[in-house]
Protein backbone atom coordinates (compact mmCIF):
# COMPACT_ATOMS: atom_id res chain seq x y z
CA UNK A 1 0.00 0.00 0.00
CA UNK A 2 2.39 2.66 -1.10
CA UNK A 3 -0.08 5.29 -0.49
CA UNK A 4 -1.28 4.69 2.77
CA UNK A 5 2.76 4.45 3.71
CA UNK A 6 3.46 7.82 2.00
CA UNK A 7 0.96 9.52 4.87
CA UNK A 8 1.84 7.02 7.32
CA UNK A 9 2.60 8.60 11.09
CA UNK A 10 5.67 9.72 11.44
CA UNK A 11 6.06 11.23 15.08
CA UNK A 12 3.43 10.75 17.98
CA UNK A 13 3.36 12.77 20.75
CA UNK A 14 1.14 11.03 23.50
CA UNK A 15 0.38 13.47 26.83
CA UNK A 16 3.32 15.07 26.57
CA UNK A 17 4.20 17.19 29.93
CA UNK A 18 7.66 18.76 31.25
CA UNK A 19 7.94 21.49 34.69
CA UNK A 20 11.72 22.16 34.78
CA UNK A 21 12.99 21.57 37.82
CA UNK A 22 12.13 25.07 38.71
CA UNK A 23 8.08 24.43 38.88
CA UNK A 24 7.89 25.92 35.42
CA UNK A 25 5.45 23.79 34.13
CA UNK A 26 6.32 24.62 30.34
CA UNK A 27 4.21 21.67 28.79
CA UNK A 28 0.94 20.05 30.14
CA UNK A 29 -0.28 16.92 28.48
CA UNK A 30 0.20 18.06 24.72
CA UNK A 31 -0.75 15.11 22.32
CA UNK A 32 -1.04 15.40 18.80
CA UNK A 33 0.32 13.25 15.13
CA UNK A 34 3.03 14.20 12.63
CA UNK A 35 2.36 12.43 8.94
CA UNK A 36 5.11 11.96 6.26
CA UNK A 37 4.48 15.25 4.16
CA UNK A 38 3.09 17.56 6.88
CA UNK A 39 4.73 20.79 7.16
CA UNK A 40 3.27 22.05 10.80
CA UNK A 41 3.62 25.13 12.23
CA UNK A 42 2.96 25.78 16.35
CA UNK A 43 1.74 29.33 17.38
CA UNK A 44 2.08 30.81 20.54
CA UNK A 45 3.33 33.55 22.26
CA UNK A 46 6.52 33.58 24.25
CA UNK A 47 6.46 31.13 27.31
CA UNK A 48 4.17 28.95 25.59
CA UNK A 49 6.21 26.13 25.17
CA UNK A 50 7.04 26.19 21.75
CA UNK A 51 10.86 24.99 21.82
CA UNK A 52 10.28 23.02 24.97
CA UNK A 53 8.22 21.00 22.61
CA UNK A 54 10.82 20.88 20.03
CA UNK A 55 13.28 20.12 21.84
CA UNK A 56 11.42 17.44 23.82
CA UNK A 57 11.20 15.81 20.45
CA UNK A 58 14.58 15.44 19.63
CA UNK A 59 15.86 14.65 23.27
CA UNK A 60 17.48 17.94 24.14
CA UNK A 61 14.80 18.26 27.21
CA UNK A 62 13.88 15.49 28.91
CA UNK A 63 10.13 14.99 29.00
CA UNK A 64 9.01 15.02 32.71
CA UNK A 65 6.12 12.38 31.49
CA UNK A 66 4.10 11.22 28.56
CA UNK A 67 5.05 9.77 25.24
CA UNK A 68 7.35 10.51 21.84
CA UNK A 69 7.01 8.00 19.44
CA UNK A 70 9.32 8.65 16.04
CA UNK A 71 8.90 6.00 13.40
CA UNK A 72 7.45 3.30 15.77
CA UNK A 73 10.06 3.62 18.53
CA UNK A 74 9.57 5.46 22.05
CA UNK A 75 12.31 7.83 21.69
CA UNK A 76 12.34 7.82 26.07
CA UNK A 77 13.41 4.17 26.21
CA UNK A 78 15.85 4.27 23.04
CA UNK A 79 19.53 3.01 24.53
CA UNK A 80 22.07 5.96 23.40
CA UNK A 81 23.21 4.00 20.25
CA UNK A 82 19.56 4.07 18.47
CA UNK A 83 18.72 7.44 19.98
CA UNK A 84 21.53 8.73 18.16
CA UNK A 85 20.44 6.91 15.08
CA UNK A 86 17.25 8.64 15.41
CA UNK A 87 18.80 12.15 15.69
CA UNK A 88 20.12 11.73 12.55
CA UNK A 89 17.24 11.42 11.02
CA UNK A 90 15.82 14.78 12.50
CA UNK A 91 17.18 18.10 11.06
CA UNK A 92 17.10 21.44 13.34
CA UNK A 93 17.03 25.01 12.43
CA UNK A 94 17.45 27.85 15.15
CA UNK A 95 16.35 31.03 15.78
CA UNK A 96 19.58 32.42 15.66
CA UNK A 97 21.11 30.20 13.13
CA UNK A 98 24.03 28.40 15.23
CA UNK A 99 26.94 28.79 12.76
CA UNK A 100 30.76 28.77 13.24
CA UNK A 101 31.22 32.16 12.68
CA UNK A 102 34.88 32.01 11.48
CA UNK A 103 34.19 28.90 9.50
CA UNK A 104 33.66 29.11 6.24
CA UNK A 105 30.20 28.02 4.71
CA UNK A 106 31.12 25.19 3.24
CA UNK A 107 32.29 23.59 6.15
CA UNK A 108 29.28 24.67 8.44
CA UNK A 109 26.82 22.73 6.35
CA UNK A 110 28.99 19.57 6.42
CA UNK A 111 29.09 19.62 10.07
CA UNK A 112 25.74 18.29 9.82
CA UNK A 113 27.11 15.26 8.57
CA UNK A 114 28.97 14.30 11.38
CA UNK A 115 26.43 12.33 12.76
CA UNK A 116 27.21 10.19 9.26
CA UNK A 117 31.04 9.79 9.66
CA UNK A 118 32.38 7.70 12.05
CA UNK A 119 34.13 8.98 15.24
CA UNK A 120 37.76 9.44 14.11
CA UNK A 121 37.16 10.66 10.56
CA UNK A 122 34.34 13.09 12.34
CA UNK A 123 37.25 14.34 15.21
CA UNK A 124 39.81 15.30 12.22
CA UNK A 125 36.74 16.55 10.68
CA UNK A 126 37.47 14.57 7.41
CA UNK A 127 34.75 14.59 4.84
CA UNK A 128 34.92 12.59 1.67
CA UNK A 129 34.59 14.20 -1.67
CA UNK A 130 31.01 12.64 -1.90
CA UNK A 131 30.15 14.85 1.00
CA UNK A 132 31.55 17.67 -0.37
CA UNK A 133 29.76 17.53 -3.41
CA UNK A 134 26.52 17.11 -1.38
CA UNK A 135 27.14 19.76 0.79
CA UNK A 136 27.28 21.95 -2.20
CA UNK A 137 24.32 20.62 -3.88
CA UNK A 138 22.15 21.42 -0.59
CA UNK A 139 23.71 24.65 -0.63
CA UNK A 140 22.57 25.19 -4.60
CA UNK A 141 18.95 23.93 -3.34
CA UNK A 142 19.12 26.87 -0.61
CA UNK A 143 20.60 28.98 -3.08
CA UNK A 144 23.71 30.19 -1.82
CA UNK A 145 26.20 27.96 -3.57
CA UNK A 146 28.00 31.15 -5.06
CA UNK A 147 29.01 31.73 -0.93
CA UNK A 148 30.23 28.15 -0.23
CA UNK A 149 34.12 29.52 0.53
CA UNK A 150 33.17 32.87 1.69
CA UNK A 151 33.40 32.70 5.43
CA UNK A 152 29.96 32.41 7.56
CA UNK A 153 30.25 35.69 9.63
CA UNK A 154 30.20 37.76 6.25
CA UNK A 155 26.58 36.80 5.13
CA UNK A 156 23.19 38.49 6.08
CA UNK A 157 20.64 36.95 8.13
CA UNK A 158 18.80 35.68 5.79
CA UNK A 159 21.86 33.82 3.69
CA UNK A 160 22.61 32.51 7.17
CA UNK A 161 19.04 30.50 7.57
CA UNK A 162 20.10 29.44 4.29
CA UNK A 163 23.10 27.62 5.46
CA UNK A 164 20.83 26.93 9.02
CA UNK A 165 18.99 24.59 6.20
CA UNK A 166 21.22 23.36 3.97
CA UNK A 167 23.66 21.74 7.31
CA UNK A 168 20.14 20.34 8.16
CA UNK A 169 19.74 18.90 5.02
CA UNK A 170 22.48 17.07 5.17
CA UNK A 171 21.28 14.86 7.86
CA UNK A 172 19.00 13.51 4.62
CA UNK A 173 16.18 14.42 7.72
CA UNK A 174 12.65 12.48 7.48
CA UNK A 175 11.68 15.39 10.26
CA UNK A 176 12.97 18.99 10.44
CA UNK A 177 12.67 20.93 13.35
CA UNK A 178 12.56 24.78 12.96
CA UNK A 179 12.26 26.70 16.13
CA UNK A 180 11.13 30.39 15.21
CA UNK A 181 13.62 30.23 12.25
CA UNK A 182 12.35 33.60 10.92
CA UNK A 183 12.22 35.65 13.65
CA UNK A 184 15.36 37.80 13.11
CA UNK A 185 14.37 38.48 9.68
CA UNK A 186 12.09 41.16 7.87
CA UNK A 187 8.76 39.74 6.35
CA UNK A 188 9.77 39.07 2.56
CA UNK A 189 13.12 37.73 3.85
CA UNK A 190 11.06 35.42 6.06
CA UNK A 191 8.85 34.37 3.26
CA UNK A 192 11.63 33.07 1.80
CA UNK A 193 13.29 31.19 4.17
CA UNK A 194 10.08 29.51 4.68
CA UNK A 195 9.07 29.26 0.83
CA UNK A 196 12.96 27.30 0.89
CA UNK A 197 11.22 24.98 4.00
CA UNK A 198 8.11 24.28 1.82
CA UNK A 199 9.84 23.17 -1.53
CA UNK A 200 11.76 20.60 0.63
CA UNK A 201 8.54 19.21 2.26
CA UNK A 202 6.93 19.04 -1.12
CA UNK A 203 9.87 17.74 -3.26
CA UNK A 204 10.95 15.07 -0.12
CA UNK A 205 8.23 14.60 2.01
CA UNK A 206 10.30 15.71 4.28
CA UNK A 207 7.65 16.80 7.43
CA UNK A 208 8.47 19.88 9.07
CA UNK A 209 7.81 21.55 12.80
CA UNK A 210 8.01 25.20 12.43
CA UNK A 211 7.43 27.20 15.66
CA UNK A 212 6.62 30.71 14.53
CA UNK A 213 4.63 33.66 16.18
CA UNK A 214 2.89 35.34 13.04
CA UNK A 215 -0.31 33.77 12.61
CA UNK A 216 -0.17 35.25 8.50
CA UNK A 217 2.50 33.03 8.38
CA UNK A 218 1.51 29.83 9.46
CA UNK A 219 -1.97 30.11 7.22
CA UNK A 220 0.53 30.84 4.56
CA UNK A 221 2.79 27.51 5.22
CA UNK A 222 1.60 25.62 7.35
CA UNK A 223 -1.02 22.30 6.24
CA UNK A 224 -1.57 21.89 10.04
CA UNK A 225 -1.43 24.35 12.84
CA UNK A 226 -1.32 23.68 16.56
CA UNK A 227 -1.72 26.51 18.92
CA UNK A 228 0.18 26.81 22.45
CA UNK A 229 -1.11 28.52 25.39
CA UNK A 230 0.59 28.21 28.42
CA UNK A 231 1.89 25.08 28.15
CA UNK A 232 -1.50 23.24 26.92
CA UNK A 233 -2.38 22.86 23.50
CA UNK A 234 -5.34 24.44 22.93
CA UNK A 235 -5.69 24.04 19.13
CA UNK A 236 -5.34 21.37 16.51
CA UNK A 237 -6.33 21.61 12.48
CA UNK A 238 -6.46 23.06 9.55
CA UNK A 239 -5.32 27.11 8.25
CA UNK A 240 -8.69 27.55 7.48
CA UNK A 241 -10.05 25.82 10.50
CA UNK A 242 -8.35 28.60 12.61
CA UNK A 243 -10.49 31.47 11.40
CA UNK A 244 -9.68 35.05 12.27
CA UNK A 245 -10.69 35.14 15.77
CA UNK A 246 -7.58 33.04 17.04
CA UNK A 247 -5.38 35.74 16.07
CA UNK A 248 -5.99 37.91 18.59
CA UNK A 249 -5.83 35.16 20.96
CA UNK A 250 -2.94 33.95 20.43
CA UNK A 251 -1.80 37.45 21.67
CA UNK A 252 -4.00 38.53 24.31
CA UNK A 253 -2.29 40.10 27.39
P1 LIG B 1 8.47 29.58 23.83
O1 LIG B 1 9.49 28.91 22.98
O2 LIG B 1 7.07 29.41 23.36
O3 LIG B 1 8.80 31.03 24.06
P2 LIG B 1 9.64 28.02 25.95
O4 LIG B 1 9.43 26.61 25.63
O5 LIG B 1 10.98 28.60 25.73
O6 LIG B 1 8.50 28.90 25.28
O7 LIG B 1 9.32 28.23 27.50
C1 LIG B 1 8.14 27.74 28.13
C2 LIG B 1 8.25 28.04 29.63
O8 LIG B 1 9.29 27.22 30.18
C3 LIG B 1 8.62 29.48 29.97
O9 LIG B 1 7.96 29.84 31.16
C4 LIG B 1 10.11 29.40 30.18
O10 LIG B 1 10.54 30.40 31.06
C5 LIG B 1 10.28 28.02 30.79
N1 LIG B 1 11.60 27.41 30.48
C6 LIG B 1 12.10 27.14 29.24
N2 LIG B 1 13.30 26.55 29.31
C7 LIG B 1 13.58 26.46 30.64
C8 LIG B 1 14.68 25.92 31.39
N3 LIG B 1 15.74 25.37 30.77
N4 LIG B 1 14.61 25.99 32.73
C9 LIG B 1 13.55 26.52 33.37
N5 LIG B 1 12.48 27.03 32.73
C10 LIG B 1 12.49 27.00 31.39
MG1 LIG C 1 11.08 29.69 21.89
Given at each position: MPNAQKHSVLLKVEQLSKTFPSGVSALNSVSFEVRQGDFIVVLGKSGSGKSTLLRCVNRLVEPTSGKIVFQEQDVAKLPPKFLRQARRKIGFVFQDYNLVNRSSVISNVLSGRLGYTNSLASLINHFSDEDKLRALENLGRVD?????????????GGQRQRVGVARALMQEPVLILAD??????DPSLARSILGILKKINENDKTAIICNLHQPELAKEFANRILVLEEGQLVFDGTPDEL???FNEGIYKN
Open positions: IAQKAYDRADTLSEPVSSLGES
